[in-house]
C-alpha cells in the first residue's frame, strides 16, 4: 500500500531554515508527481509546492523564492527546503501523491516559527 512518512519539521524562529522530508514506498516513485501542502489551524489545506516526474516544479506565490521542492528518486524520497522562514509560515506540512484518481497523504510534520 501507499505509504508517505514525513519528517523535519520543528520550532524555528523567524528567518530560519528548515528540510522537510517525506519517503515514499509502495509506488513507482520515480514516475509520480509528488507535493508538499500545509495546513495551518482553521484553514484549509493548500498547495505549497509540486514537483512532476521530470523535475518541473511550481510554487505557491507565498513561498516562491524562499522553498525549493527537490526529489531523489534513488531514495524514493521528496524534499522541501524552507528558507526565510516566516510566522504564517507556522502550520502542519503534508506529504501528497495523486495517484489512480486519489490523493494520498503522510501524517503530517509541524512547523513552527516564531516571531
Known amino acids: 500500500q501507499v505509504q508517505l512518512v514525513e519528517s523535519g519539521g520543528g520550532l524555528v524562529q523567524a528567518g530560519g531554515s528548515l528540510r522537510l522530508s517525506c519517503a515514499a514506498s509502495g509506488i513507482i516513485f520515480s514516475i509520480n508527481a509528488m507535493g508538499w501542502y500545509r495546513q495551518a489551524p482553521g484553514k484549509r489545506r493548500e498547495l505549497v509546492a509540486r514537483?512532476?516526474?521530470?523535475?518541473?516544479?511550481n510554487y505557491a506565490d507565498s513561498v516562491q523564492g524562499r522553498f525549493t521542492i527537490s526529489r531523489d528518486n534513488a531514495k524514493n524520497t521528496v524534499y522541501l527546503q524552507m528558507y526565510s522562514l516566516k510566522p504564517e509560515d507556522t502550520a502542519v506540512y503534508y506529504c501528497?501523491?495523486?495517484?489512480?484518481?486519489?490523493?494520498?497523504w503522510g501524517q503530517g510534520t509541524q512547523v513552527s516559527v516564531s516571531s
Open positions: 501528497n501523491v495523486p495517484r489512480k484518481g486519489r490523493d494520498f
Open positions: 514537483i512532476t516526474s521530470g523535475g518541473s516544479t
